[in-house]
């Protein structure tokens, strides 16, 4: 697999990824709607050995339903939300679609938090989709 890179808005953190994505999904839940400043947040998942950043990220840290810790990592100079990390998941990466170079690469197989998804959305394609979160 070839790697993938992305970054922020202002390009002060960049990243590149050397293996496949675990899981891709999309988020509903009202945290991951604010952190992206959309209707819901498009994610991949992957090995975090597998994701090398450089720059500098901050982080804020914020429950999640399940009463989880997620460290939702961005850029402090722009202010985009690059990467998450979180406390259900040790040794995963968490890479929001929208800072990759190329967003062609995502496919989402499954949407999480869809209780909480805006009536207004229709993502299309095939998924499993979970009210919640899939234990």
Same mark, same amino acid.
């Given at each position: 697999?070839?790697?993938? &890179?992305?970054?922020?808005?202002?390009? !002060?953190?960049?990243?590149?990824? &050397?293996?496949?994505?675990?899981?891709?999904?999309?988020?509903?839940?009202?945290?991951?709607?604010?952190?992206?400043?959309?209707?819901?947040?498009?994610?991949?998942?992957?090995?975090?050995?597998?994701?090398?950043?450089?720059?500098?990220?901050?982080?804020?840290?914020?429950?999640?339903?399940?009463? !989880?810790?997620?460290? !939702? $990592?961005?850029?402090?100079?722009?202010?985009?939300? /690059?990467?998450? =990390?979180? =406390?259900?998941?040790?040794?995963?990466?968490? /890479?929001?679609?929208?800072?990759?170079?190329?967003? &062609?690469?995502?496919?989402?197989? %499954? =949407? /999480?938090?869809?209780?909480?998804?805006?009536?207004?959305?229709?993502?299309?394609? =095939?998924? $499993? $989709? %979970?009210?919640?979160?899939?234990?």
């Amino acid at each position: 697999m070839a790697s993938m &890179t992305g970054g922020c808005l202002c390009g !002060r953190v960049r990243y590149t990824i &050397t293996a496949a994505p675990i899981r891709s999904g999309i988020c509903h839940c009202r945290n991951c709607r604010r952190h992206t400043g959309s209707a819901f947040e498009p994610f991949m998942m992957f090995p975090v050995a597998s994701v090398n950043v450089q720059g500098e990220l901050r982080t804020f840290d914020l429950a999640g339903d399940s009463g !989880r810790i997620v460290h !939702r $990592r961005f850029c402090p100079n722009c202010g985009s939300g /690059v990467l998450n =990390e979180g =406390e259900g998941d040790p040794g995963v990466m968490i /890479v929001l679609v929208g800072t990759l170079d190329d967003q &062609t690469v995502f496919v989402p197989t %499954f =949407e /999480v938090m869809c209780e909480f998804a805006q009536p207004w959305v229709q993502a299309g394609g =095939e998924r $499993r $989709r %979970f009210p919640g979160m899939p234990t």
